[in-house]
């Protein structure tokens, strides 16, 4: 089974231990055995996502948006980047060089296109900016690819 995953960032503490509990809980319900999880592994609930994928005993794919992308999430991010991306099995990169809003959305266009089933840490409101969550969450449901609504009963992105 292959799984990936679009969600907000920079979250509030409270709101965050919720989702890494429901990333959790959504990630063991699947045989380790098989399980791919795809990701591009920014800070927030793509590295728990992935981190999650590897506890679990599956393995991860990362999608590259941009040559630049690394740069463009935080610093403090980095250690954490770095180690997810040496432990992928595989890289898809879009071949794009700048990390901005269309290099995003691309990048999520591939990731959708490698999986069966999509995980959506989503508010369910629009997106802030072109390539955000809920983009991503239309473009899998025109597309066919099942999506997953992860969201704790009454958070919000603050």
């Known amino acids: 089974m292959r799984i990936g995953i679009t969600g907000h960032r920079g979250l509030p503490q409270d709101v965050e231990k919720a989702v890494r509990r429901e990333l959790v809980e959504a990630v063991n319900a699947y045989e380790p055995t098989g399980l791919v999880g795809v990701s591009c592994i920014a800070d927030g609930p793509d590295a728990w996502f992935a981190q999650a994928v590897l506890e679990h005993g599956g393995r991860i794919e990362v999608v590259l948006p941009a040559e630049q992308y690394r740069a463009g999430l935080p610093d403090w991010h980095h250690p954490a980047y770095d180690d997810l991306l040496r432990r992928a099995s595989d890289v898809h990169p879009t071949g794009l060089i700048e990390s901005d809003s269309q290099a995003?959305?691309?990048?999520?266009?591939?990731?959708?296109?490698l999986v069966d089933e999509?995980?959506?840490?989503?508010?369910?409101?629009?997106?802030?900016?072109?390539g955000g969550s809920a983009d991503v969450v239309a473009y899998a449901r025109r597309v066919g690819v099942p999506v997953r609504v992860l969201w704790p009963e009454g958070a919000t992105r603050g």
């Open 118 to 130: 999509l995980l959506a840490v989503w508010d369910g409101r629009p997106a802030r900016g072109y």
């Open 104 to 113: 995003h959305m691309t990048g999520s266009e591939l990731l959708v296109g």
